[in-house]
């Protein structure tokens, strides 16, 4: 079984800045994609970046790009998400994710097995 626990979410102003944090414990990930989707108020969830834990590069929705980014450290099993200049349209319960594959399979949320149970982010105008 994988678990998968978020943290750094909070309150920030528009323009702030914060990090989240999503540790992974159980099995190896050395085939895995890890991710991060958000879900807004009343919307559905939606994707926001994805990368290979492996490397192999990153994918961003276009509405993070340029301003979000994501990172893993291999030894911590912890995922990121570098949320800069952020705007009131980003607040969201953040949402990490991981399946077997390749990390262009991020997209497609039906498929992913693990989830964890979400932080969130609210940033003020």
């Known amino acids: 079984q994988v678990q998968l626990v978020e943290s750094g979410g909070g309150l920030v102003q528009a323009g702030g800045s914060l990090r989240l944090s999503c540790a992974a414990f159980?099995?190896?990930?050395?085939?895995?994609?890890m991710g991060w989707f958000r879900q807004a108020p009343g919307k559905e969830r939606e994707f926001v970046s994805a990368?290979?834990?492996?490397?192999?590069?990153?994918y961003y929705a276009d509405s993070v790009k340029g301003r979000f980014t994501i990172s893993r450290d291999i030894a911590k099993s912890t995922v990121y998400l570098q949320m800069n200049d952020l705007k009131p349209e980003d607040t969201a319960v953040y949402y990490c994710?991981?399946?077997?594959?390749?990390?262009?399979?991020?997209?497609?949320?039906?498929?992913?097995?693990?989830w964890g149970k979400g932080t969130l982010v609210t940033v003020s105008s």
């Open positions: 159980g099995r190896t990930f050395s085939s895995a994609a």
């Open positions: 990368m290979g834990w492996s490397g192999g590069g990153e």
């Open positions: 994710a991981a399946r077997y594959g390749a990390a262009q399979l991020m997209g497609a949320m039906s498929a992913i097995p693990y």
